[in-house]
């Protein structure tokens, strides 16, 4: 599935795949809002610590390397990462 992403996205994703095997990775397909179309791909940290996970951004593109600029998404990335760590969504 990362290798469909990297393909579809046309950035280097694929090159994750072994820290996402060894939980130290993870990938994020985000859609459109239709979600017929890939928007953008969110990579975040994975940190094991004393039985805690701690998920942290390492970085976020569109479609060749673009940046996301949208607010939106951006807002997403920030509920994405503060639900895997259990914080509080206000």
Not at 2 to 20: F, L, R, T
Not at 31 to 47: A, N, Q
């Amino acid at each position: 599935l990362i290798q469909q992403e990297g393909v579809a996205m046309k950035h280097c994703v694929a090159g994750y795949g072994d820290s996402v095997e060894k939980s130290n990775y993870m990938v994020v397909s985000i859609k459109s809002k239709e979600g017929d179309k890939r928007y953008s791909t969110l990579g975040l940290k994975v940190k094991h610590n004393n039985g805690t996970v701690v998920f942290s951004f390492n970085q976020h593109y569109k479609q060749c390397n673009a940046y996301v600029d949208n607010k939106e998404v951006e807002q997403l990335t920030n509920t994405i990462i503060k639900q895997l760590n259990k914080e509080e969504i206000k």
